[in-house]
């Protein structure tokens, strides 16, 4: 009989995994922001009876606040990887 190969294997591909797992969530930090941003403006539209003023505004601002949440986690990402670093170098003694 023969073994079957692994289509995934963990150890192997653990740093490629860590890094596609970190650009999804960016990713869809800024579309989250972005479409929630978009749906407050059509609302506010809607009652207003504005034809996309609030849209664009607000999709604007969701821009905005979808970069200043994912400049946050990249750096609280680099912070932590700096950590990491500092530790396993200081138990090397």
């Known amino acids: 009989m023969s073994k079957k190969k692994k289509v995934f294997d963990y ?3 653990r740093p490629w995994v860590e890094n596609l797992y970190i650009v999804t969530q ?11 941003c978009f749906f407050v403006g059509l609302y506010l539209d809607r009652w207003l009876g ?3 003023i609030f849209i664009t505004i607000f ?10 949440v994912v400049y ?5 990402i680099i912070d932590q990887q700096e950590n ?3 530790n396993s170098d200081n138990g090397r003694g």
Request: glycine share 18%; net charge positive.
């Open 72 to 76: 946050r986690q990249i750096l609280e």
């Open 84 to 86: 990491d670093k500092t």
């Open 59 to 68: 999709i604007i601002l969701g821009v905005i606040g979808g970069a200043n």
């Open 11 to 13: 150890k192997r591909d």
């Open 26 to 36: 960016l990713g869809l930090t800024m579309a989250g922001c972005i479409t929630f």
């Open 50 to 52: 504005t034809k996309g």
